[in-house]
């Protein structure tokens, strides 16, 4: 059996290093490019993983995040209290409001699980990255910092022109289409039944105002003056 090419060239000696030396060549004729970073931001992807911005008003405290974070680095606190029956003679509920939620980030993996498995849309991903600290301890950031990155999340990106519909939207079309076919074909069968009947009312004449026409006259009754004429 014939051997491959890729594996007789392989087998010539220095190959490797000229295909080294190759890259390095093609790299130094290439113009060196510096970004002047920080007077220059840089671009960042939209769906970059800096921090996590957290919108405190979808949190119900369920700590699925907490739970599921690999390195236990989100630490939530809450309370319960109760609220009041919303009318006469029903029942008191009791709710579990947000006390404390803070991300260590000198622990955090930046895996995006927690913003995974969030069931209420409370974790979002910001490409914000200056956040710095000379003490390890100050990466420990609370709900009002987190809250600050929230703004810096960008908006989700447009749907693709070419992208399917969703189920849902397809589903529905499909229901409404259906339905205006039959009301078509009802509206068809009533007009086929009023022309073969002889009872389809004639077509007005839009020039004329409502109330203007001429009453019918009655078959039963001999053409010529009416009663009371001279």
Same mark, same amino acid.
């Given at each position: 059996?014939?051997?491959?090419?890729?594996s007789i060239r392989s087998r010539i000696p220095g190959s490797g290093l000229a295909k080294g030396l190759?890259?390095?060549?093609?790299?130094?004729?290439?113009?060196?490019?510096?970004?002047?970073?920080?007077? !220059?931001? +840089?671009e960042l992807p939209p769906r970059s993983?800096?921090?996590?911005?957290?919108?405190?008003?979808?949190c119900t405290?369920?700590?699925?995040?907490?739970?599921?974070c690999p390195d236990w680095c989100i630490y939530i606190d809450s309370h319960k209290e109760t609220v009041p029956a919303a009318a006469p003679g029903g029942r008191e509920r009791s709710r579990n409001v947000l006390d404390r939620?803070?991300?260590?980030f000198s622990l955090c993996m930046y895996c995006g699980i927690c913003i995974e498995v969030c069931p209420f849309d409370a974790l979002f991903w910001s490409p914000e990255f200056e956040y710095a600290e000379t003490d390890i301890h100050e990466?420990?950031?609370?709900?009002?910092?987190?809250?600050?990155?929230?703004?810096? !999340?960008? =908006? +989700?990106?447009?749907?693709?022109? =070419?992208?399917?519909e969703p189920k849902e939207l397809a589903a529905a079309r499909k229901t409404a289409d259906k339905l205006a076919a039959e009301a078509d074909?009802?509206?068809?069968?009533?007009?086929?039944?009023?022309?073969?009947?002889?009872?389809e009312p004639p077509?007005?004449? +839009?020039?004329? +105002?409502?109330?203007?026409e001429p009453p019918a006259s009655d078959p039963s009754k001999p053409a010529g003056p009416q009663d009371g004429d001279a």
């Amino acid at each position: 059996m014939a051997e491959s090419l890729p594996s007789i060239r392989s087998r010539i000696p220095g190959s490797g290093l000229a295909k080294g030396l190759a890259v390095t060549l093609r790299t130094m004729t290439k113009k060196t490019v510096t970004a002047q970073y920080p007077d !220059v931001q +840089p671009e960042l992807p939209p769906r970059s993983r800096g921090v996590i911005g957290l919108f405190e008003e979808n949190c119900t405290v369920c700590m699925l995040c907490a739970r599921e974070c690999p390195d236990w680095c989100i630490y939530i606190d809450s309370h319960k209290e109760t609220v009041p029956a919303a009318a006469p003679g029903g029942r008191e509920r009791s709710r579990n409001v947000l006390d404390r939620f803070a991300i260590d980030f000198s622990l955090c993996m930046y895996c995006g699980i927690c913003i995974e498995v969030c069931p209420f849309d409370a974790l979002f991903w910001s490409p914000e990255f200056e956040y710095a600290e000379t003490d390890i301890h100050e990466l420990t950031h609370e709900r009002d910092k987190l809250r600050e990155w929230m703004w810096t !999340v960008p =908006a +989700p990106p447009a749907l693709d022109a =070419a992208a399917e519909e969703p189920k849902e939207l397809a589903a529905a079309r499909k229901t409404a289409d259906k339905l205006a076919a039959e009301a078509d074909k009802l509206a068809e069968a009533e007009k086929l039944a009023a022309q073969a009947t002889g009872t389809e009312p004639p077509a007005s004449d +839009p020039s004329k +105002p409502a109330g203007t026409e001429p009453p019918a006259s009655d078959p039963s009754k001999p053409a010529g003056p009416q009663d009371g004429d001279a």
